[in-house]
């Protein structure tokens, strides 16, 4: 299959231009708004961020109507343990993002678009700058669009690096010029978003998946995935494979193919223990549960875990893993936003458990009282961040007790 | 107008109503440290979370709205065990302080863990986040960052009702606090009100610190006569002292209560409270200094004035007004005081500093007298030679008064407050001490409580003034505070 948002030779606006490019949202503009939300809603194009909310369903959320502000926030915050996809399609092909961007926001009818990046993504940020400024000296951008009388300006804003603010609601408060922190739902930013005003917010890889859909249907980008989740998408394989990084495939296509076929498998005298398959938040998956599995949102979750960012972490038996939930525990104590009670004192709570037991001085007693704390955030917080520390907590230890065991009885790793 | 169940209970309530507010109505009391009815909900504490029928997740019942048809439960096991699980969260990096702690005793911890809790903790004592300890951040408050349950009440607060900002949350996760912005303290105006606000011991007020444990504080309902706002209060007292002034929120006047008004009642147990008498400077018995000062009322009968004071009680003006035209007989007398009404910040402060300008005008109407202007020109004609009337109020005649060299009988709270010249300083019962009447600038007639005793010997204002006018001939026959009532139409 070849690629649709992944291609060589793509980033400039030449090149771009060259292969087709912005001819999809010539064709867009001459539609009806509601013609292409259909189009998306058809395509069954499901949110690439982590959550998999279906794209065109968001988007039919706004109210229509050229009347009032609207907004189209695109999350370029990539900052979930083991995923990189998105700085890759920044780097690859920031154009497709651009007339991504603009096509959805004809469908919603804002006038005004951010795309909130990484700040460590200072380089692509300047990459997209310079994108952005090429397309608007062709008139993709600004005012009066190809013509049609449709305007849209879009701003880069980069972020000052916190995990939270990929959420989308700490990303507008943080794009609003507030502390990054998640805002109470309902109002959900569809009604109150940006600046009080109705607000879409969608991952990179999403809209760049867009002018694809307008270009050739959202037919033919459903038949690429499977029943229920169309099209493509990005996997960011790390861990001991013989060829990490980035790779697009069809939603559907097996995890054994993966990691076999284009990761061409493990490195020599590796074998192959753990998969954590969406990024860290994701539930763990032992290595026989993930080689019996296809890569789409259902499958997964009837795996029990999530196809999350398609973060792809490939754990070999050389790993511990209570080493490595300590790592996470480490991570999401730090990134909490320390709003909710639950999230602010559990994180630090599992991290202070998970230092001990992994030094050394644990107890039989302390991997139930892991396991209890991380049951007691879920579900109870403002946003996902809690939920995000407590299933791989719950699903480490489900699924590899053993190794939490031989650490609550004496065992220190590298001794 | 959604219809739904909570606890089993049919409720029906205007749209927009949250769940919290439902089960109030129907008496059903939710647990909750960052809800507060006159803040805007922040939803972070998450101790109020209940259950709605056929919905995966516990909502917090601060923010969600009441819809038809809900089935909410409020004492379901789900929702104990959250409010367990919240506690315990909360409780893990606490000092657990309470022996040293204010807040003990009204501690919105230590009541949820008898109520909700009682578990035994799970957590290292020795493996607690430190944080910053006692520490004055303006003139009122003490913070002690290791008590805070981050619930942001004060930060709202401080941005939605004084709007002046000065806190903010500061850092992420469990090391994150509440901090004062860079080069400002907590001085609004109404900062003590934080000290309430506060569920916990992170805020509390430097006055009242280590003064009294809670538990033996007695409560009497009064109100405040710091301006003409006339707040509901509640005086809280011990062995007959005052310990602190907290609002008695209501929704005719106050939720609140400013810094000023909290400390009105340290005048009534400073050190220059006028225990006793004083004739020229010198401090003498209550009784020798009233037939001195009737002798002198007696001496210039015909040229006394009294002059009425929107400080005192509608009681004490009217027995005054009594004095100056039964016993003293004269036309010089004034129950006279204009001052334009109304909150001058846009929170409580009056513009008017005097609590009873409004009552005051009903001793006028039922009296008659002098306008201020024409009392201050007779003063100042010198045929005035002994004045009765209040040391605030007497603020207000002072120039014309001292240069015509009138001979003063002043009636004080505190010596501070008199003049140096006074011939006569008399003492009368503070409002903590004794029922008064005072109408507010919205006209409502309310009525101080006496919290304490006052002074031994010191009797109301309406009393000494009887006495006064039995010493020098006239009775007035006042032996209650309704008596000096008796002519005034409300």
């Known amino acids: 299959m070849e690629n649709i948002l992944l291609r060589n030779n793509i980033s400039r606006l030449e090149e771009y231009f060259a292969c087709g490019g912005y001819k999809p949202l010539k064709k867009a503009l001459g539609l009806k708004p509601a013609e292409i939300i259909a189009e998306v809603k058809r395509s069954n194009l499901r949110g690439r961020g982590g959550a998999g909310f279906p794209a065109g369903l968001k988007w039919s959320f706004i ?41 959805a926001a004809y469908a919603i009818g804002a006038a005004h678009g951010y795309i909130y990046i990484r700040g460590e993504f200072a380089a692509e940020a300047a990459h997209l700058n310079a994108a952005i400024a090429g397309a608007r000296a062709k008139g993709f951008l600004g005012k009066n669009i190809l013509g049609s009388g449709f305007n849209f300006e879009l701003f880069v804003h980069r972020g000052a690096g916190a995990y939270i603010c990929g959420e989308e609601t700490a990303l507008l408060e ?22 009080g005003s109705p607000t879409v917010i969608n991952n990179v890889e999403t809209l760049a998946a867009v002018p694809s859909i307008i270009d050739k249907g959202g037919d033919w980008y459903a038949a690429l995935g499977t029943a229920k989740s169309g099209g493509t998408k990005l996997f960011s394989v790390s861990g001991p494979v013989a060829r990490p990084g980035v790779y697009e495939l069809p939603l559907g296509t097996a995890f054994s193919e993966l990691l076999e076929t284009h990761c061409g498998g493990m490195k020599p005298g590796k074998k192959l223990k753990a998969v954590i398959p969406g990024g860290s938040s994701t539930p763990v998956l032992t290595a026989a549960e993930a080689m019996a599995l296809k890569l789409d949102y259902e499958s997964l979750a009837a795996a029990g875990s999530m196809l999350g960012s398609g973060g792809v972490i490939m754990i070999d038996d050389s790993q511990c893993m209570v080493k490595l939930l300590q790592v996470l525990a480490r991570f999401y104590h730090h990134e909490s936003c320390g709003q909710c009670t639950p999230c602010r004192e559990g994180c630090g709570w599992i991290e202070k458990v998970l230092n001990r037991l992994e030094e050394g001085g644990g107890t039989p007693g302390d991997i139930d009282l892991l396991y209890s704390v991380a049951e007691g955030m879920t579900g109870r917080t403002i946003c996902a961040l809690a939920d995000a520390m407590a299933m791989p907590v719950m699903s480490f230890i489900t699924k590899f007790r053993g190794e939490f065991e031989a650490h609550a009885a004496g065992k220190v790793c590298g001794k | 107008m959604p219809k739904l169940t909570i606890d ?38 998450r101790m109020c979370l209940v259950e709605i029928e056929k919905s995966p997740k516990l909502v917090t019942a601060c923010s969600t709205e009441a819809a038809e048809g809900m089935a909410v439960s409020t004492a379901g096991e789900k929702v104990k065990k959250a409010r367990r699980d919240v506690l315990e969260y909360l409780l893990i990096n ?71 900002a000065e806190l903010e949350v500061m850092e992420r996760a469990d090391h994150s606090f509440i901090d004062l912005k860079e080069g400002r303290a907590l001085d609004n105006g109404y900062s003590l009100n934080i000290a309430d606000l506060c569920p916990v ?137 204009t001052a334009e009404q109304g909150i001058k910040d846009g929170i409580l402060i009056n513009k008017d500093p005097a609590p009873n300008t409004a009552g005051l005008k009903k001793v006028k109407a ?7 202007e024409e009392f201050t020109a007779l003063l100042a004609g010198g045929k005035v030679k002994v004045l009765v009337a209040e040391a605030k109020a007497y603020g207000l005649v002072k120039a014309a008064a001292a240069a015509a060299g009138v001979r003063l009988v002043i009636f004080a709270l505190n010596r501070g407050d008199a003049p140096a010249s006074a011939h006569a300083l008399l003492p009368y019962a503070s409002y903590f001490e004794t029922p008064g009447t005072f109408i507010n600038y919205q006209g409502l007639r309310r009525a101080t409580a006496p919290a304490v005793e006052p002074p031994q010997g010191v009797k109301p204002l309406w009393a000494v003034v009887n006495k006064l006018a039995s010493y020098s001939g006239a009775e007035l026959h006042l032996d209650s505070p309704a008596a000096a009532l008796k002519d005034i139409n409300f």
């Open chain 1, 63 to 103: 109210p229509p109507g050229p009347d009032g502000q609207k907004y189209l926030v695109c999350n370029a915050d990539e900052g979930e343990p083991g995923t990189f996809k998105d700085r890759e399609l920044l780097r690859a092909n920031p154009h497709a993002l651009i007339e991504g961007m603009a096509i």
């Open chain 1, 174 to 195: 943080s794009l609003e010029g507030f502390k990054g922190q998640p805002r109470l739902k309902p109002p959900f930013p569809a009604l109150k978003g940006l600046f």
């Open chain 2, 8 to 45: 089993g209970m049919n409720i029906e309530v205007p749209a927009g109503t949250t769940l919290l507010q439902a089960a109030q109505q129907l008496g059903i009391y939710i647990p909750r440290y960052c809800y507060h009815p006159k803040l805007s909900v922040a939803g972070n504490c």
């Open chain 2, 94 to 164: 606490h000092p657990l302080d309470c022996p040293v702690c204010d807040q003990a005793g009204e501690c919105g911890l230590q009541d949820y863990y008898m109520e909700h809790s009682l578990q035994k903790s799970r957590f290292a004592a020795d493996d607690k986040v430190l944080r910053q300890k006692r520490r004055a951040v303006g003139p009122h408050l003490i913070l002690d960052n290791e008590r805070c349950i981050l619930c942001t009440r004060c930060v709202r607060f401080c941005a939605e009702v004084t709007k002046t």
């Open chain 2, 201 to 337: 011991g992170a805020f509390t007020s430097r006055d009242f610190r280590f003064k009294q444990r809670v538990w033996f504080l007695k409560k009497t309902p009064t109100i405040c006569l710091g301006c003409a706002t006339g707040c509901q209060i509640e005086a809280q007292h011990n062995r007959n002292a005052v310990y602190r002034l907290v609002p008695r929120p209501n929704a005719e006047t106050n939720t609140w209560l400013c810094d000023y008004g909290r400390m009105t009642y340290k005048a009534v147990q400073a050190g220059d409270r006028l225990e006793k008498a004083m004739i020229r400077r010198g401090l003498i018995d209550i009784e020798p200094a009233l037939r001195e000062a009737a002798t002198r009322l007696d001496e210039f009968k015909g040229a006394a004035a009294v002059l009425g004071s929107p400080w005192l009680s509608v009681e004490d003006n009217a027995a005054l007004a009594r004095l100056a035209r039964e016993s003293l007989k004269t036309a010089a007398y004034c129950f006279d005081h």
């Open chain 2, 366 to 372: 039922a009296a008659g007298g002098l306008s201020l």
